[in-house]
């Protein structure tokens, strides 16, 4: 079974710039989270979508950060336009009943 | 909302030694809880999850953790730790959704 896949995995932009991230779940899968995890600290939920309907955008920086997941199945998180205090990691992870699956990240870098 | 919080931020422990990692939840209806390891640049791995039943579960690795209601506690134990597990380690809760607390640094010296 192919796991979570996300791209890119390394992204080094300027402050002001935008980026996005792409994420593919697990097949099946109806849930998609993504996560912020700064550098020293654990992963803060942003965003929960269930199917291509979000259900928990509540710690979403709305006015920068948006997200989409098109027919239920991949994801985009975009910055726009992006802060230093956005450097991180940002995490991807697809869940089926009580089982999380996480992706590898990208690591995201703001100069 | 149930929550974890991680009391210590970084253990060093040799080679060979036990490792016992805290965690404490606060309460909530069913607690649901997972411990997750994270090695440098690497994503999270499952190391195992308490749902209901027996208080002490079995993990990969060689790592069990042993729920505690009284104590509000789901505390992660290796009897004895192996260089590889030197890593982050975060509990993590679900009520709607899933929370990590603010993980534990391992650092296993020779």
């Known amino acids: 079974e192919a796991g979570v896949a996300q791209s890119p995995r390394y992204k080094i932009i300027e402050k002001r710039q935008s980026v996005a991230f792409w994420c593919n779940p697990i097949s099946g899968h109806a849930t998609l989270y993504w996560y912020q995890q700064i550098l020293g600290q654990g992963p803060k939920l942003l965003i929960q979508f269930q199917n291509n309907g979000v259900v928990d955008d509540s710690q979403l920086p709305k006015d920068r950060f948006s997200a989409e997941r098109l027919k239920g199945v991949d994801s985009t998180l975009k910055i726009q336009p992006a802060k230093l205090e956005d450097s991180a990691v940002y995490l991807c992870a697809s869940s089926f009943g009580q089982g999380w699956y996480f992706g590898p990240g990208t690591r995201l870098t703001v100069l | 909302a149930q929550s974890v919080t991680q009391p210590d931020i970084h253990i060093t422990v040799s080679e060979g030694a036990s490792l016992e990692l805290r965690c404490n939840y606060s309460y909530g209806a069913t607690p649901y809880l997972f411990w997750y390891v994270q090695s440098p640049g690497q994503g999270l791995q499952l190391l195992l999850k308490?749902?209901?039943?027996?208080?002490l579960v079995q993990g990969i690795k060689g790592f069990e953790a042993e729920f505690k209601r009284s104590q509000s506690s789901f505390n992660l134990r290796k009897p004895s730790v192996h260089w590889s597990d030197a890593a982050e380690y975060f509990c993590?809760?679900?009520?709607?959704?899933?929370?990590f607390g603010a993980g534990t640094t391992v650092t296993v010296r020779a």
């Open positions: 993590a809760s679900n009520d709607y959704k899933l929370s």
């Open positions: 308490y749902f209901s039943g027996d208080t």
